[in-house]
């Protein structure tokens, strides 16, 4: 879920239309195209060309695809299952999670981080550290038997996957099939009058109806890569529920 999540971290080229009227043998067209019209656009093809790298090298990703592809790869994870998981040691729990981050970074098109299990304050189910290269969970949740931790701790790893998925867009390489939604996320991670606000750590308290409101949750909750974050392991979590991977989240 990690609602307390702490982040430390053409130019237009118009072609030239050439018109002849009169008509030209093939040979004739053909010698022509290759001594003379090749020769005046050589310019426009050379910036033409020099797209072709970047274009081939572009992957665009869908968040619908990859949404279908980590339900799928959850609901493929025998260890996963809830009956399954209760079995497994916090070790190997670990060790899940860990391949399980290595085969979400593959379909999210970004290298894996490490996950870590620490014992954190009840409340935060954990982190993802773009400076560290690493998600941090709650060893306390990881290693609770109950099917309401049980959902938390994958819906805790698909959320801090999709963090380091939009580091990986504004830090590296956008392929995010929306170039202006990364460009949000870049504000809200590095602007100064945008950048991530980290919940917690200060009381922010506004007046509303004559009444004092302390808001620094709702700030924190309401930033637009946590809003994200939020919404894509909601949807993948929705389509294991389907599954009967994990239980439906309490009303």
Aim: charged content about 35%.
């Amino acid at each position: 879920m990690s609602y307390f999540e702490k982040t430390e971290k053409i130019e237009v080229v118009s072609p030239k239309e050439i018109v002849n009227e009169s008509p030209r043998p093939l040979e004739e067209t053909s010698e022509s195209i290759s001594k003379e019209t090749l020769e005046q656009d050589s310019p426009v093809l050379e910036k033409l060309e020099s797209f072709l790298p970047f274009f081939e090298k572009t992957e665009i990703v869908s968040d619908t695809k990859m949404v279908e592809e980590i339900a799928h790869c959850l609901e493929r994870t025998r260890d996963f299952k809830f009956e399954n998981w209760c079995k497994l040691s916090l070790e190997k729990r670990e060790k899940v999670l860990n391949e399980v981050e290595r085969k979400i970074a593959a379909i999210e098109h970004r290298p894996p981080l490490k996950v870590e299990l620490r014992p954190l304050e009840p409340n935060h189910f954990g982190y993802q550290s773009a400076a560290e290269n690493k998600i941090v969970l709650n060893s306390l949740i990881v290693g609770t038997n109950e099917r309401s931790m049980h959902r938390e701790v994958l819906d805790t790893i698909v959320h801090e996957g999709r963090h380091a998925y939009q580091h990986y867009n504004v830090d590296v390489k956008t392929i995010h099939e929306s170039g202006s939604e990364v460009a949000t996320w870049r504000e809200n991670f590095y602007d100064p009058r945008y950048s991530y606000y980290r919940s917690g750590e200060q009381r922010v308290l506004i007046v509303r109806n004559g009444n004092i409101e302390d808001v620094d949750f709702r700030l924190y909750y309401y930033q637009p890569v946590e809003i994200d974050a939020r919404n894509f392991s909601a949807d993948v979590m929705s389509q294991l529920e389907e599954k009967g991977i994990v239980c439906e989240k309490p009303q």
